[in-house]
């Protein structure tokens, strides 16, 4: 079989740091605990439109990558985000809204109107690459709050009008995404809004935790749909926070039996790689001119490097050619395997395991092999539907009607 993958992975560093054979420590658990997660999760369930995505055997690609099993966590149809961001940023603004009214207030008051003037009286705000502002601004419009979304200069026109269709106000800033977290927080001091991010700073904990908190809950569930604990996770980069909700479930879920986590990243936008090599939150400066939209990011989130730093197991950065190729991979199904409909910034973890299993000294050096239980978190759908269409060369309805047919 030719390789799956024709790209090569640009640079791998093992963390010096990592504690994958101890129990999850209280560095970590001051950062994301049990009880939080249960709570984020007893409040999600109660939303309209829960119930938990699928995760799906790949046993196709398990097969032609050389590995026992692949399980894909399929977040393309999350409420109606088609994004695993729908957990973090929409609870976080429940969150924030509910420290503002009186004690017991629920979601199901928020959502009926109960408090509507209180809360339309309130603003929340932040900068997206995209899902995180859907996530925000979906969140707003559910419980009843005005919102502000700030958009930097490359993020498409698709994924603007899907925030701006939740009732958003969108702002364009320019520079890079974080130009833009920098320009949401200094509106917010001016006008006395709210901030909903999800990357955290120097005097700005509180919030990040909880859409950090927001996204184990999408673990949880994938840790109960496993029918055998995985040997590796591989999971997107970003500021962190996805990586840093994984990893955290994942240790609390299997102790000191937890899988290898390898964390991938665009390799124009690799803030944590640069971070683990240097052992403290690093940033990467430039456009961070990536394709995985939501992976261009160029400062670390200090809560998530909080869990991160002594957690992670490898960094690994890939191509955008990489990540288109691992896109048409799952939309055309690999060796018997229904195809699946991928965006950009979900299979970077992909690319990695399948550029790994194509090079024998990487492969061992993740200690990848024919009995490896591989974990993918795949974290959205076609989040722009013309971005999708030209990657891909046919929409994500056609890709999910070949599935049905498939089935």
């Known amino acids: 079989m030719p390789p799956l993958i024709t790209h090569d992975a640009l640079r791998h560093v093992v963390n010096p740091r990592a504690r994958r054979t101890t129990p999850i420590g209280e560095r970590q658990r001051a950062v994301l605990s049990q009880d939080a997660m249960c709570d984020a999760r007893d409040e999600i ?10 995760l799906l055997s790949l046993d196709g690609l398990a097969k032609a990558a050389g590995v026992a099993t692949v399980a894909y966590k399929d977040e393309a149809q999350r409420f109606t985000l088609n994004s695993f961001k729908a957990l973090g940023g929409a609870y976080a603004v429940l969150r924030l809204l509910k420290a503002q009214l009186p004690d017991g207030v629920t979601s199901a008051d928020l959502i009926a109107g109960r408090y509507r003037d209180a809360v339309a009286s309130m603003t929340v705000c932040c900068a997206t690459d995209g899902n995180h502002g859907r996530s925000v ?7 009843g709050a005005r919102c502000v979304i700030y958009l930097h200069a490359t993020v498409s026109s698709g994924r603007e009008a899907a925030i701006a269709r939740f009732g958003a106000e969108v702002r364009r800033v320019p520079g890079n995404y974080d130009d833009s977290v920098r320009q949401a927080a200094r509106d917010a001091e001016a006008n006395g809004w709210f901030v909903v991010s999800d990357t955290s700073y120097p005097g700005y904990m509180s919030v990040p935790r909880d859409v950090m908190q927001g996204y184990t809950v999408m673990i949880d569930e994938a840790v109960q749909q496993l029918p055998a604990p995985p040997t590796h996770c ?64 160029g400062e670390v989130s200090l809560l998530a490097w909080e869990v991160l730093d002594e957690g992670v197991d490898d960094y690994l950065t890939v191509s955008d ?19 699946v409909v991928a965006g950009e910034s979900a299979v970077a973890g992909l690319a990695a395991l399948l550029i790994a299993r194509q090079a024998p000294a990487l492969s061992a050096a993740l200690e990848l092999g024919a009995d490896s239980r591989v974990l993918l978190i795949g974290s959205e759908g076609a989040t722009d539907e013309a971005v999708y269409r030209d990657l891909v060369g046919r929409s994500s309805a056609e890709v999910a009607g070949e599935a049905l047919d498939h089935a």
Not at 137 to 143: K, L
Not at 321 to 338: K, N, Q
């Open 234 to 297: 591989f999971i997107q980069g970003g500021v962190g926070g996805l990586a840093a909700a994984t990893l955290a479930q994942l240790w609390e879920a299997y102790g000191v039996d937890r899988p290898r986590v390898v964390v991938v990243e665009p390799e124009r936008a690799a803030c944590l790689f640069e971070s683990a090599c240097t052992g403290r939150p690093t940033a990467v400066a430039g456009e961070l001119d990536t394709l995985m939209a939501g992976l261009a990011c």
């Open 45 to 54: 369930r109660t939303w309209p439109g829960y119930a938990p995505t699928p």
């Open 137 to 143: 601004a979906w969140g707003a419009q559910q419980f």
């Open 321 to 339: 050619e990489a990540a288109v190729e691992a896109m048409r991979l799952l939309a055309d199904g690999v060796a018997g395997d229904a195809p």
